[in-house]
């Protein structure tokens, strides 16, 4: 079962049982787009980020990108960046790693973002998804397609928060600007 | 240049016509299927296998191998095929491994007709898979690119062929591969010998260089002594800092064993083996934790980790002991830290507000504040108890479990304890705690040999235990702990591989110094006096030259037949006294140049002594690794930076085991006449 989300829309994160989640994989893929013109072979390469910010009370604690591959506490991790994206296979290019037992108790949100390192806007990206993934039997639970693809450079993509016990998972798809997480601060505040 | 793919990373080809290398340890069935721009497989036709070994454009072996060579024209390759990807599998019904998880990680390399390589990629990370997509090359905008794949399946060739769209005809293809297969390996001549394992190969190619070229690396090579993985934290445990992994370390270990990797000695069979792959043998499988029943946590168990050996198990289960610790620590102090800042904000909050100062209002306010920050800190405190129990008892099932070198002086283990015949990968420098539990003590292990010399404080640290020591005692006790160093890393040593010096011009130390010079372990006396220390100098100076000369023109067996190859240890007390500017000089030299060449350095010094060189030797300082003989903090994690406190591994008062262990190395050595 896979939710296909649109902006705004929030699910929870139980199980189809009723368990809860224990661990899951927050997948970005994407494609560089073809260039229109006579030399069209040359496909510039893309550079996409994934990063997660982890908040505790909307105030930011601690951040996983390419810089920092692990949040200090170790519930979050980050595979690793890839500088070019993918061949249009639909598999993950970059993906974040959280497991939420472990989560320090006070982070009560994270939230998903996604830049574009080279400066490219998302024109020229195809087939740009964020997905999230129940890393323990792999079952795809959400999937938010990066659409249109507009002239901007970053995406605020979903943020995962505390619900009750659980977890819920909210699509921002939210457009801004900016080459790491860092210039995103202020797009991400007002979706706490 | 090649590029070395991770899973996922792709790179161009410049060149249709390539050649792909297979190289896996055992012998495996290596294929091919064809896909067009879909990723489906159209139909039988299009797989490449040994039943079938040739399509226009590819070509496989016929047989099953440990080693193969893929011929591919992607010119010759149909319009229609928008997809190559290579596979791998084990034949079944053979006899041999079931699945990868035993063997070891298969390297693939895309490479040209001339042999230069284009890319590689070992598939590292497969388990209870039996069939394997190792690489897939496909055409992009008219060019074509190879991507690093590694996806396996459990169930085999049949899965692999159905997940890429043969749904139908998979499980017979695949009976049909496994057949031809087997035919292939019935027809053969015999079944191929089994492969020994590497090292006993790296033997039969070293004797005659060996003995005198080894040019104090000789240990290196040992059997056993694995490179240390990539990104492997030891390195980066620095005092007070976090360093990158020096590259010089990897030198070090890789350092061609004369005769071995280097020069081939004449007549002697050619070393074939990867010189980053020590063993092709499948280890014996780790101990796994029994399952626990429900809500129970796992029970520990000793050797919970991967690695080649029980030894490599231990280590890198230590070092994860230590990352978990770190991280927890870090989870818990974060969550305290967000707490008190709440809580003040609130309270000024309430402070600020003009209502709260009538009435009970304000009280209230502050008591909730208050209330939130002890049930946050409460529930922080929860999950780091829990964290801790588990890593204690994880901690109690390790520790005994630990060779000598990794275990404490009071481990019983060192009553029973023999030269070894290879060194080992590690050695415990001492322990390290936090102040969030003091009784859980991470063992500090780090790879032998040493990449950095060691710096005995024998100075008035910060913290407050050392206060009542008056600066003769510290001095003391400075010494005590860098002989139980000293004396750890010759028990850790086969016997006659490691040569130690002395060096205490003042004669300051031979209280500490008396049960190594007793036992006669030493090279020779401690050196006394300026001239003991010029001679000293005179020595490992030229033994560093000789061999980084020998080792720089590829001559190792041109070394004099009477120079010492084993590991080197110079320990001085009461740094700088007794040296002269020539003899900092050459000391900075071998501080440098010796790690490399197997020449390391204990300094036993107090930085305040040597405060009239001002800041001229501050990079001396900075490149040893700073040991306190009292516990202190000044010990950094590589992942969270929190300050560890480092305790000595002392000998327990009033204990015999350094003399009965010292002892034993003297007995281990008089065959060698040492």
Redesign the interface.
Same mark, same amino acid.
């Given at each position: 079962m896979t939710v296909n989300m649109t902006k705004g829309q929030a699910i929870s994160l139980q199980k189809n049982d009723g368990g809860t989640l224990t661990a899951v994989r927050m997948g970005l893929g994407w494609q560089a787009a073809?260039r229109r013109g006579l030399f069209?072979?040359r496909?510039r390469e893309i550079d996409l980020d994934a990063s997660a910010v982890l908040f505790?009370?909307k105030?930011p604690?601690?951040v996983v990108f390419f810089r920092h591959l692990?949040s /200090?506490?170790?519930?979050v991790r980050h595979t690793?960046d890839?500088l +070019?994206g993918?061949?249009g296979?639909g598999?993950d /290019?970059e993906a974040i790693l959280v497991d939420l037992q472990?989560l320090? +108790?006070?982070i009560d949100q994270l939230v998903f973002t996604v830049n574009s390192f080279t400066g490219q806007t998302f024109q020229e990206v195809q087939n740009a998804f964020c997905r999230l993934v129940d890393e323990t039997n792999g079952q795809e639970l959400a999937r938010y397609t990066l659409d249109g693809g507009g002239a901007y450079t970053a995406q605020i993509m979903a943020k995962v928060h505390r619900a009750g016990s659980g977890w819920q998972m909210t699509a921002l798809g939210t457009a801004a600007n900016g080459r790491t997480f860092q210039d995103l601060m202020p797009s991400i505040l007002p979706h706490l | 240049m090649t590029a070395e793919l991770v899973r996922g990373q792709n790179h161009p080809l410049t060149q249709t016509r390539l050649e792909i290398r297979v190289s896996a340890g055992k012998p495996v069935v290596a294929g091919a299927t064809l896909s067009d721009e879909q990723g489906t497989v159209q139909g039988a036709e299009w797989v490449v296998h040994p039943g079938s070994p040739t399509l226009p454009g590819l070509e496989v072996s016929k047989q099953a191998a440990a080693d193969h060579r893929l011929a591919v024209d992607l010119g010759v390759l149909p319009e229609t095929v928008h997809r190559v990807s290579v596979l791998l599998a084990l034949p079944v019904g053979v006899g041999g491994p079931v699945c990868f998880g035993a063997v070891a990680a298969p390297f693939v390399a895309v490479t040209g007709l001339d042999g230069s390589e284009v890319a590689s990629y070992t598939i590292t990370g497969l388990d209870a898979e039996s069939a394997v997509v190792a690489l897939e090359l496909y055409r992009r905008q008219g060019a074509w690119k190879v991507r690093a794949i590694g996806q396996g399946y459990a169930g085999g060739l049949a899965e692999l062929l159905s997940d890429q769209g043969l749904t139908g005809a998979a499980g017979q293809l695949a009976q049909a591969i496994n057949d031809a297969v087997t035919q292939g390996l019935a027809r053969s001549v015999a079944a191929p010998p089994p492969r020994t394992s590497d090292e006993t190969r790296v033997r039969t190619a070293s004797p005659g260089a060996g003995a005198t070229g080894a040019g104090g690396s000789g240990a290196q090579g040992g059997p056993g002594m694995a490179q240390p993985p990539a990104g492997s934290p030891d390195a980066a445990l620095s005092a007070g800092s976090v360093s990158p992994m020096d590259p010089r370390s990897a030198a070090s270990g890789a350092q061609p064993a004369p005769g071995g990797g280097g020069a081939p000695s004449p007549g002697g069979p050619v070393n074939y083996t990867h010189p980053r792959r020590q063993t092709a043998a499948p280890p014996p499988p780790p101990p796994t934790a029994t399952p626990a029943g429900s809500g129970q946590p796992v029970q520990p168990v000793a050797g919970d980790a991967t690695g080649w050996s029980m030894e490599e198990r231990l280590y890198n289960q230590v070092w994860g002991m230590f990352e978990d610790l770190a991280r927890t620590a870090a989870a818990y102090r974060s969550a305290v830290d967000f707490a008190d800042s709440r809580m003040e904000q609130e309270l000024d909050k309430a402070l600020s507000d003009p209502r709260s100062r009538i009435g009970g209002t304000g009280d209230a306010a502050r008591a909730a504040a208050r209330a939130k920050h002890a049930q946050l800190v409460d529930q922080a405190r929860e999950v780091l108890d829990r964290d801790i129990a588990q890593l204690r008892a994880e901690a109690d099932v390790v520790e005994p479990a630990l060779p000598p070198a990794y275990a404490r002086w009071d481990n019983p283990v060192w009553h029973a304890y023999r030269a070894p015949t290879e060194i080992p990968m590690a050695l415990r420098l001492g322990d390290l705690h936090l102040p969030e539990r003091t009784d859980l003590r991470i063992p500090m292990l780090v790879r032998l040999p040493l990449e950095r010399g060691l710096w005995i404080d024998s100075g008035r640290s910060s913290s407050a235990t050392t206060s009542f020591a008056d600066s003769g005692q510290l001095r003391r006790l400075a010494m005590d702990a860098a002989v139980a160093h000293a004396a750890r890393l010759i028990a850790a040593y086969p016997a006659g591989e490691f040569t130690v010096h002395v060096i205490d011009a003042a004669g300051s130390g031979a209280g500490p110094l008396a049960p190594l010079v007793a036992a006669g372990v030493l090279d020779g006396p401690p050196a006394v006096g300026a001239a003991g220390v010029s001679g000293v100098f005179a020595k490992l100076t030229q033994r560093v030259d000789l061999v980084q000369m020998a080792i720089r023109s590829g001559a190792t067996d041109a070394l004099p037949p009477d120079l010492d190859t084993a590991q080197q240890l110079l320990i001085v007390n009461d740094f700088p006294g007794g040296f002269d500017d020539r003899a900092v000089t050459q000391l900075r030299y071998l501080a440098d140049e010796g790690p490399d060449v197997g020449v390391h350095l204990m300094l036993v010094a107090d930085r305040e002594d040597a405060a009239a060189y001002g800041p001229l030797l501050d990079p001396l300082w900075r490149s040893l690794l700073r040991l306190t003989p009292v516990p202190d903090d000044h010990l950094a994690d590589p992942w969270v930076g929190h300050a560890w406190t480092y305790e000595p591994p002392l000998v327990p008062p009033g204990s015999q085991v350094l003399h009965d262990v010292m002892n034993q190395v003297a007995a281990a050595r008089r065959p060698w006449n040492r």
């Open positions: 073809p069209g072979t496909t505790a009370d105030q604690v601690d692990v /200090d506490d170790g519930s690793g890839n +070019v993918g061949v296979q598999g /290019d472990r320090p +108790v006070h | -």
